[in-house]
Every structure is written in structure tokens, then in C-alpha cells.
């Protein structure tokens, strides 16, 4: 037996393996991306950059389907009141089925805070710019009819917010947080008159700032129960009550 031949053949046995793996290698590392290279990302990242897009999609409709409801309900309730409204009648309003509206609101009272809630927020906003302070030289019936148009404006806008805020039976917590939203807006009218009242002491300012938002929030309610002209003619009428309840005050 030659052990030199056979030891040769298996030496170019291991060669012939060698040779096939690094042609092997040199194919996959051709078919690798080079850094730098523009290339098409694989599909688990494709997939990973979908999975990330979908909850911001999903979020997006969301939303959506939510200020859909609110619209619903605020309709309803401006119509029947929030005492008998049902979250049947909401659903049908927003043209979706029960089912769907439960996906996002437990029942009736969910809603009734989730959109006097931001109903609220929009509220101290409106505050913030009808009741900024102003310059003294300001003449008051200036003052007055820029402050009662705005709030007149967000009211008739959002009519369901005086439904909910002034009905028999306001729903969960916004009681309290009416009551603070109340004490805010006396805040806001009393830094707003001080100007116009410098030598009044300061519980009479107080005092007077309470009959004025009494005396905006009677005419509200006339105001919102009519439209056009009449309601125009209702708005001059809430003007004219307070500027001839504070005129006496002010000279």
C-alpha cells in the first residue's frame, strides 16, 4: 500500500473543500450590502417600521372616532338634556353602532366629562382673552361689549356647554371643577374693573364683579334661546343692563 499517494490524495481532497468554501464565502459576502450602499432594508425591517407606524394610524383614527362621539353627544344633549339622553341615542346621532361607542366611552357620563372637560379648557382660554387687563383710558362700554362678545361667542358656539354646566343634574366632578372654573371667571372680571373702580375697596370690587357675571349669565340664557337678529337684539339688551349697572359706579 502507498501511504504517500493516498496521503497526497487527501491532501487535494482538502484543498478541493477549501477552494469550494471560499468561493462559497465570496459569493454571500458579493451579495452583502457594502456600508454606504443604497439597498431595499429587509423585510424585518420593513415590518419593524410598520409595526411602529400602525398604533400612530390607529391613534389617528382614534381620535377621530372620539371627536365624532363628542359632537354626537353634545347634539343630543342640547336637544333632550344630558338627564335623558342614552348613549343610544348618541350612537345614533354619530351614525355608529352602541358597540362601537362603548370601544371608547364606558357610558354617558364618560362622555359628558370627557367633552366638558374640553369644553372647560377651551373656557379659561376664552377667559385669558376677553378679560386681559386693560388700559384704564379704555372706555368702559370699549371694555364691556369686547369681554360679553367673546364669552357670547365660545356660548353660541359650543351651546352645549351651558346645558351641561346649568342643568338639574351635572354629571361626576365637573360640578367642582364649574365651581372653580366660576371662581376663576370672578377673578378674571374683578382685576378687570379694579382700573375702572382705583378708589373702591377691594370687597365692593369683589362684590360688584359677582353681580356682573349674575347679570351675564341671566342674559345668556335669553341669548342662546334665540337666533338671527333676535339674538342680536337679546345681546345689545345684556350690553346695555350692564353698562347702566356699572356707569354709576365708574363717574
Known amino acids: 500500500m502507498d501511504v504517500r499517494g493516498h496521503g497526497h490524495r487527501l491532501e487535494n481532497t482538502r484543498d478541493r473543500s477549501r477552494f469550494i468554501r471560499m468561493r462559497a464565502t465570496s459569493r454571500v459576502c458579493q451579495r452583502l450590502p457594502r456600508?454606504?450602499?443604497?439597498h431595499v432594508p429587509a423585510k424585518s425591517e420593513r415590518t419593524a417600521?410598520?409595526?411602529?407606524?400602525?398604533?400612530?394610524?390607529?391613534?389617528?383614527r382614534g381620535e377621530r372616532r372620539i371627536t365624532q362621539l363628542l359632537e354626537a353627544a353634545a347634539s343630543v344633549f342640547c336637544t333632550t338634556g344630558y338627564t335623558a339622553a342614552s348613549t343610544n341615542a348618541i350612537a345614533r346621532e354619530a351614525g355608529v353602532s352602541p358597540g362601537t361607542l362603548y370601544q371608547f366611552f364606558p357610558n354617558k357620563e364618560?362622555?359628558?366629562?370627557?367633552?366638558?372637560?374640553?369644553?372647560?379648557?377651551?373656557?379659561?382660554?376664552?377667559?385669558?382673552?376677553?378679560?386681559?387687563?386693560?388700559?384704564?383710558?379704555t372706555p368702559l362700554?370699549?371694555?364691556v361689549g369686547a369681554a360679553v362678545d367673546?364669552?357670547?361667542?365660545?356660548?353660541?358656539?359650543?351651546?352645549?356647554?351651558?346645558?351641561?354646566?346649568?342643568?338639574?343634574?351635572?354629571?361626576?366632578?365637573?360640578?367642582?371643577?364649574?365651581d372653580a372654573l366660576h371662581a376663576t371667571l370672578i377673578g378674571r372680571?374683578?382685576?378687570?374693573?379694579?382700573?375702572?373702580l382705583p378708589d373702591t375697596p377691594a370687597a365692593d370690587v369683589r362684590r360688584t364683579a359677582e353681580v356682573c357675571v349674575g347679570i351675564y349669565k341671566a342674559g345668556l340664557e335669553l341669548v342662546?334661546?334665540?337666533?338671527?337678529?333676535?339674538?342680536?337684539?337679546?345681546?345689545?339688551?345684556?350690553?346695555?343692563v350692564l353698562l347702566r349697572y356699572l356707569t354709576p359706579l365708574v363717574d
Open 35 to 38: 456600508t454606504g450602499d443604497n
Open 49 to 60: 417600521k410598520a409595526a411602529k407606524e400602525q398604533p400612530r394610524r390607529r391613534q389617528a
Open 110 to 137: 364618560a362622555i359628558a366629562i370627557e367633552l366638558g372637560e374640553r369644553l372647560m379648557g377651551e373656557m379659561r382660554r376664552t377667559y385669558g382673552e376677553a378679560l386681559a387687563p386693560v388700559d384704564p383710558a
Open 141 to 143: 362700554e370699549e371694555a
Open 150 to 178: 367673546r364669552f357670547i361667542d365660545f356660548n353660541c358656539r359650543h351651546p352645549v356647554f351651558f346645558t351641561l354646566m346649568h342643568g338639574p343634574d351635572i354629571p361626576g366632578r365637573m360640578a367642582e371643577e364649574h
Open 189 to 196: 372680571v374683578e382685576a378687570l374693573l379694579t382700573p375702572f
Open 224 to 240: 342662546l334661546a334665540h337666533e338671527g337678529e333676535e339674538r342680536e337684539a337679546y345681546v345689545r339688551e345684556l350690553k346695555n
